[in-house]
């Protein structure tokens, strides 16, 4: 089980490891102080990784979510599932045929009212568990991204890895007027 790292400036869990980028970092990791960066506040620190059971390696937490797909590049057009979502990519289930370093346009269906969410990704990994995507652009950028996966994370805050699909999908709005919620 990891161990929960909590921000320093918003006091916030949700913090995952982030890859060196300074000299500084690149010089702490030999000694096994590792940088981490906050989801919430953006927030850059480093904390010592010595002696704990394990630090989750991941940079961006993972929402596990069942959403409908369809990508386009080149002359390669597909639709799957999105398995699970991250500020720095996606897991999807698809029959397409596509090839690691493949660059698509994914169109993510978030709601049924709404436009899709639209965003460049670049095919990282094909495994049994799916087509792995990284987005071209940071998350942050994308403002409709980022605010949908931001509502997700504090249901999902504890869910680092290996998501699994919800055991029931969320009601869809016309299922909470029927049933008198608002």
């Not at 690149?26 to 620190?45: E, L, N």
């Not at 698509?104 to 639209?118: H, R, T």
């Not at 568990?129 to 980022?146: D, S, T, Y």
């Amino acid at each position: 089980m990891s161990r929960q790292v909590v921000c320093p400036a918003c006091r916030q869990g949700g913090v995952l490891r982030s890859q060196p980028q300074s000299t500084r970092e690149r010089v702490a990791s030999w000694v096994w102080i590792v940088p981490f960066h906050c989801q919430c506040c953006s927030h850059r620190f480093l904390t010592c990784s010595l002696g704990k059971e394990s630090l989750d390696r991941r940079e961006h937490l993972r929402i596990p979510v069942r959403l409908c797909l369809s990508f386009s590049g080149g002359k390669i057009r597909g639709e799957g599932i999105v398995m699970d979502l991250s500020l720095g990519g996606c897991i999807i289930r698809s029959e397409t045929n596509v090839h690691v370093d493949d660059i698509f346009y994914l169109e993510i269906a978030v709601a049924e009212d709404e436009s899709p969410i639209e965003v460049a990704a670049m095919v990282r990994s094909i495994s049994a568990r799916g087509i792995a995507f990284k987005f071209l652009r940071k998350a942050q950028e994308n403002k409709r991204l980022l605010s949908f996966i931001q509502s997700r994370a504090g249901a999902t805050s504890s869910v680092l890895s290996n998501a699994v699909e919800p055991a029931v999908p969320p009601p869809l709005a016309q299922d909470r007027d029927a049933s008198g919620e608002s």
